[in-house]
């Protein structure tokens, strides 16, 4: 049944920015993700794995985050976790665990409900930390930090998605650096590179 309220387009536009503009102040930092071939697995618009049971622990940082799934927005940028205690994992991109460079990101900040961001204290892991995975079975994946490197938002990123060691990694990215009020971002993305043990 169509509703009979109607909004003007210029109230409408008002009323959409406003509501845009209180979810979060601290723009995740999104990352621009590398043209690569898709995992046949990991397609654009696949169910595979939507609705997966993983958690993310860093003991050091006091992290034990709920992973959820995202994949690329229309810009070209890896999406983000839509709660900001939570995390989101790649999805065209290997799981934790598996051969390949599998990539979580999450937010950094504080937002505007006062709740602090998931990834607000990675900046402080070291190498040599360890976190962890666990999935719906009680499987455990640990990894080790190996590399901590920051990334200006228009930086290449390949190494971040794509290995080809035949190894294991899990890679953690946030934002970092100064707030720009124009552009509505951090200057940098750290990102955290780990290694299977």
């Known amino acids: 049944m ?13 009323i959409v920015a406003t509501i845009a503009s209180y979810s979060y102040i601290e723009f995740s930092g999104r990352i621009i993700v590398p043209s690569q071939p ?10 595979v794995n939507t609705k997966l ?3 993310l622990k860093i003991p050091k940082i006091n992290i ?8 690329v927005t229309t810009t070209g940028a890896m999406d983000v976790p839509k709660n900001p205690a939570n995390v989101a994992w790649y999805n ?27 990834f607000n204290n990675l900046n402080k892991l070291n190498i040599g930390d360890n976190l962890s995975i666990y999935d719906e079975k009680g499987i455990t994946s ?5 590399k901590i490197k920051k990334y200006k938002p228009d930086a290449e990123t390949s190494d971040i998605f794509i290995s080809n060691d035949g190894k294991s990694h ?8 100064i707030w720009d009020e124009v552009s509505k971002s951090y200057s940098h993305r750290l990102v955290i590179f780990t290694d299977k043990v």
């Open 2 to 14: 169509r509703s009979k309220i109607l909004i003007k387009w210029p109230l409408l536009v008002i």
């Open 170 to 177: 899990l890679n953690l990215i946030t934002c970092n650096g």
């Open 92 to 118: 065209q991109g290997p799981l934790p665990g598996d051969i390949g460079s599998a990539v979580i990101d999450g937010h950094y900040g504080p937002w505007k409900s006062g709740e602090i961001s998931v």
């Open 142 to 146: 640990n990894f080790i930090v190996k």
């Open 64 to 71: 034990d985050a709920a992973v959820e799934t995202v994949g």
């Open 53 to 55: 049971s993983l958690r």
């Open 38 to 47: 898709a995992l046949p697995e990991r397609q654009a618009g696949s169910s």
